[in-house]
């Protein structure tokens, strides 16, 4: 997923502003592709330049006031063409399995570090998977099956699935970790 499309897609759901936009990645876009403000007012100016948005007018011209922006056909088309288009899945980088792996290599001395770690990133993950429960309770009652709401809890889904498995996964390796003999844990 590209920043732009993520932009493309909250500003078909609703013309915003760059701050309304970033406040929306902050509550749902962002649980799975994150932009800092200064990132997503960038491709503002990209995206407009390109013709696949535009400025709404202003009401009243006020120099420095916030500017909405809206989806341009050039901008839907862009966006219905890349969601048609094939994509391999990105290679999976984390850092926390390669230290496991350096310290298989290289000795536990340092596995107390790697095992609060662990109890640190389980606790992470556990707030995470409630926060998103807690929106499926919410966003996605008995009866809301709309093709959009059915789209959008798919992609909730995807979310408590992996914090389930986060947090699985990281309780076996606890408990994989006090089998290990004791190296001043």
């Not at 979310?159 to 190296?183: K, M, S």
């Amino acid at each position: 997923m590209s920043l732009p499309h993520a932009i493309l897609t909250a500003l078909l759901e609703k013309p915003s502003s760059g701050l309304e936009l970033t406040r929306r990645f902050d509550r749902s876009i962002g649980y799975f592709w994150s932009a800092t403000h200064q990132q997503i007012y960038r491709e503002l100016g990209k995206l407009e330049a390109q013709g696949h948005i535009r400025a709404l007018p202003s009401p009243q011209p006020a120099r420095g006031q916030k500017k909405s922006y809206e989806v341009l056909p050039a901008g839907r088309a862009e966006l219905a063409r890349w969601t048609a288009a094939s994509q391999d899945p990105k290679q999976y980088r984390e850092p926390l399995f390669l230290r496991l792996r350096a310290a298989a290599v290289v000795g536990t001395e340092g596995i107390a570090g790697i095992e609060a770690e662990l109890r640190r990133h389980l606790e992470l993950h556990r707030r995470q998977l409630s926060r998103y429960e807690e929106i499926e309770q919410r966003d996605f009652p008995p009866g809301k099956d709309s093709p959009q709401d059915r789209l959008q809890h798919l992609i909730l889904r995807a979310g408590i699935d992996l914090e389930t498995f986060w947090t699985r996964w990281l309780t076996h390796a606890l408990e994989e970790f006090a089998e290990l003999p004791d190296q001043s844990r």
